[in-house]
Each structure stands twice: as C-alpha cells, then as structure tokens.
C-alpha cells in the first residue's frame, strides 16, 4: 500500500495491476491457441495414416479416466488430458515410408521411429509455454524394468504422467485395427496387460487401469 496522502502512487499502482491482469490474460489466450494449433497439428499427424485416426484423442480421455482412478486432483488430471493428447507429436517428423510402413520395421528404421519422443520435445520447447507436457511427449516409451527409450529409465523414476500414458497407448494399439491385424478382443488385450505387468508396466497404475472401467471405443 502506498503512504497515505499519495495520490499518484494509487494510481501508478491501479495501472500496474490493470497491466499485469491484462498480461496474464493475453498470455492465457496465447497459450490457448498454440494448444489448438498442436492439437490441429496432432489431428493432422494421424490424417496420414487411417489405422491411427483418433488414436491420440482416444489416448488423451482414456488418460484423463486413468488419472481420475489414480486419485490424481482435477488441475493434474487436466495436464495429463492436454499431454497424452499431443503425446505422438513428434511422429510429423517421420518420414511416411516409415512411419506408414505395412510389415516389420528394419533395426535401422526402428531407431528412426524411436526418435520421436524427442522430436516432440524439440517442438514443445519450441514453443517455449509446455514445459508442462514434456514429460509425457518425451517419456512415454520408457518401461517399468528400464527396457524402454529414450532414457531408459526404471520404476518411480520415470513421471507418473508417462507411465499412465504408457498403459493407455499401448492398450489403444491392441484393441484398434492395423494394416497387420484386426483390433485384439478386449480380454486378451487385457491378459497381455496383464502379463507385462512389472516389466513394461507399473503394476501399481495397470491396477488402477483394470478397477477404472475403461473400455475400448467400439
Ligand atoms: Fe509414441
């Protein structure tokens, strides 16, 4: 509070608070509409392949249901929504002939895909206002037992957020159709859930998947 007797150092401090609202409203809207133009973009990403449309809108709400079960708050389960949303963002920057590829990847074309974590990273930090969400882009192929990439990193170690994304990614794969099968029946998607639990899985979180009531989409 400015002394009393003042009048201009009311006013100067009336200005700042007008300024600073304003500044964290157009920063508010800025960061809305780079989050529709990354969604645009991940809607895009999945226009190339027909096997994969609405994989990551999929992802995203069965993500936001497994954070609910989790017992994760609403402002945490609504980053989780937003990440697993642009988790696969990083695949604009496959190329086609691999990314869209019909049989087995070769060594070499595997370690392509596998840079996609990263690239999606690279084009967060780009934008310079998710910090929040790169946890999720960027890990979200680690395993449970330290097999996965790109860190290779093992249990607790690797953020909540990505092995919830983790669970959820790898079940929507199983019970949607790929130019190389039909989508898997919901139990055995699930028994092969369940199998990998403790080694690609947190057995904790797959736990809390199978009490969540999440279901494929049909
Ligand atoms: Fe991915």
């Given at each position: 509070?400015?002394?009393?007797?003042?009048?201009?150092?009311?006013?100067?401090?009336?200005?700042?608070?007008?300024?600073?609202?304003?500044?964290?409203?157009?920063?508010?809207?800025?960061?809305?509409?780079?989050?529709?133009?990354?969604?645009?973009?991940?809607?895009?990403l999945e226009s190339r392949d027909r096997y994969t449309a609405g994989h990551s809108r999929r992802v995203s709400n069965?993500?936001?249901?497994?954070?609910?079960?989790?017992?994760?708050?609403?402002?945490?389960?609504?980053?989780?929504?937003?990440?697993?949303?642009?988790?696969?963002?990083?695949?604009?920057?496959?190329?086609?002939?691999?990314?869209?590829?019909?049989?087995?990847?070769?060594?070499?074309?595997?370690?392509?895909?596998?840079?996609?974590?990263?690239?999606?990273?690279?084009?967060?930090?780009?934008?310079?206002?998710?910090?929040?969400?790169?946890?999720?882009?960027?890990?979200?192929?680690?395993?449970?037992?330290?097999?996965?990439?790109?860190?290779?990193?093992?249990?607790?170690?690797?953020?909540?957020?990505?092995?919830?994304?983790?669970?959820?990614?790898?079940?929507?794969?199983?019970?949607?159709?790929?130019?190389?099968?039909?989508?898997?029946?919901?139990?055995?998607?699930?028994?092969?859930?369940?199998?990998?639990?403790?080694?690609?899985?947190?057995?904790?979180?797959?736990?809390?998947?199978?009490?969540?009531?999440?279901?494929?989409?049909?």
């Open positions: 509070m400015p002394p009393a007797g003042w009048p201009e150092l009311d006013v100067l401090t009336d200005a700042l608070e007008r300024s600073a609202a304003a500044s964290a409203t157009a920063r508010w809207a800025l960061e809305q509409t780079c989050l529709e133009i990354l969604e645009t973009l991940a809607e895009a069965y993500s936001r249901d497994l954070a609910r079960e989790c017992g994760l708050f609403e402002d945490e389960v609504e980053r989780i929504r937003i990440g697993a949303l642009l988790h696969d963002i990083g695949k604009v920057g496959i190329p086609d002939a691999i990314l869209l590829k019909d049989g087995l990847l070769s060594d070499p074309e595997r370690a392509i895909i596998e840079t996609h974590p990263a690239i999606g990273v690279r084009i967060l930090k780009r934008t310079g206002v998710f910090v929040d969400y790169l946890s999720i882009v960027g890990l979200h192929h680690e395993n449970h037992d330290g097999s996965g990439y790109p860190n290779g990193l093992a249990g607790v170690d690797i953020p909540l957020d990505a092995r919830i994304v983790r669970i959820v990614d790898t079940y929507d794969a199983m019970t949607t159709d790929r130019p190389y099968r039909t989508r898997l029946p919901e139990d055995i998607a699930r028994k092969i859930l369940s199998d990998a639990s403790g080694t690609q899985f947190d057995p904790e979180v797959l736990q809390s998947f199978f009490a969540s009531g999440i279901v494929a989409a049909k």
